[in-house]
């Protein structure tokens, strides 16, 4: 079992930052990937950001060279950095690991953290 805890959403202004932090607890040792997700008002869930351990980063075309996604192993945490923020940005943000346990792959996701960007 692994257990995500976002932090870092709020209330920023267009043209503003934050960093929304995903801290993992439990079995965290057979991480296979880390996503940040996004759900606007009325839209469907997207992919905003992923690493995979060991391997690559990727990116929604609608926030490259904006986020960057992060891990700091010894915390076991994720970070999402969101600058140049838009209204277009605005969502609750979602992290989820991919995680083999007993070796089949699980999803576990956190509760959300709103992000709501002003213009």
């Known amino acids: 079992q692994v257990q995500l805890v976002e932090s870092g959403g709020g209330l920023v202004q267009a043209g503003g930052s934050l960093r929304l932090s995903c801290a993992a607890s439990?079995?965290?040792?057979?991480?296979?990937?880390m996503y940040w997700y996004r759900q606007a008002p009325g839209k469907q869930r997207e992919l905003v950001a992923e690493m995979v351990v060991g391997g690559t980063t990727n990116y929604a075309d609608s926030v490259k060279g904006r986020f960057t996604i992060s891990r700091d192993n010894a915390r076991s945490t994720v970070y999402l950095q969101m600058n140049d923020l838009t209204p277009e940005d605005t969502g609750v943000y979602s992290c989820?690991?991919?995680?083999?346990?007993?070796?089949?792959?699980?999803?576990?996701w956190g509760q959300g953290t709103q992000v709501t960007v002003s213009s």
């Open positions: 439990g079995s965290v040792f057979n991480i296979k990937a």
């Open positions: 989820a690991h991919e995680v083999w346990v007993s070796g089949g792959l699980h999803d576990y």
